[in-house]
């Protein structure tokens, strides 16, 4: 039997929600796509399963897309209409939805999100700007990503004072919270996975797991 693929709503198709629908449906999600503006609807139509042009505020027209069927629904409207983000997310939630992911602007706005039933609630702007500037101050993070509810993968230079020790010496998960899942040698580009008796070389890329603002309270003590 062939595995059922995942369902989901995006709602609001600017910069945000435009990237979220396409990289879901790289990821083989059944994506119905939703906005108010028609040119935005027909620039990714071909991309998803379905794309649809109509007021997200419509709580009939809202519920006929059947939110309460979908593994997730996002509510990715932007900063200039944040009256129709909140009614949005209260709508998908009236309607049933299991899973609603809506995006916030500032604090106040992600507390009324949260009020009316997000389940989650994500700011990509101050996410970006927050990991930008970690890269800025720390240059031995290379990269982060999030992968949701506050925790980062990120891909950091070995420390000098990490080098020629074990992971085991170094016991990073008690010491700063912070678990070492691959390491990308430096002399030969190679990833291996690492156990407690792998040493650490110059050059080595750790590639790590650890909430938001770990790695660089580390970096910033070694």
Known sequence: MAKRRQQAIVIGLGHFGTSVVRSLAGHGVEVLAVDSVEERVQAVAAEVAEAMCFDATDMEALARTSPEKRDVCVCAIGDDAKEASIICTALLRQAGATRVIARANDDVHARILKLVG??????????????????????????????????????????????????????????????????RKGTSGTVVLPDADTVLAEGDVMVVVAREGVVAKMMEKH
């Open 118 to 183: 997000a389940h989650q609630v994500v700011n990509p702007e101050r996410a970006f700007g927050e990991r930008f500037a970690s890269q800025i101050v720390h240059a031995g993070i290379k990269g982060e990503m999030l992968l949701g509810e506050g925790v980062l993968l990120s891909e950091v230079v070995t420390p000098e004072a990490f080098v020629s020790r074990s992971l085991g010496q170094l016991r990073l998960p008690n010491a700063f919270g912070v678990t070492v899942v691959a390491i």
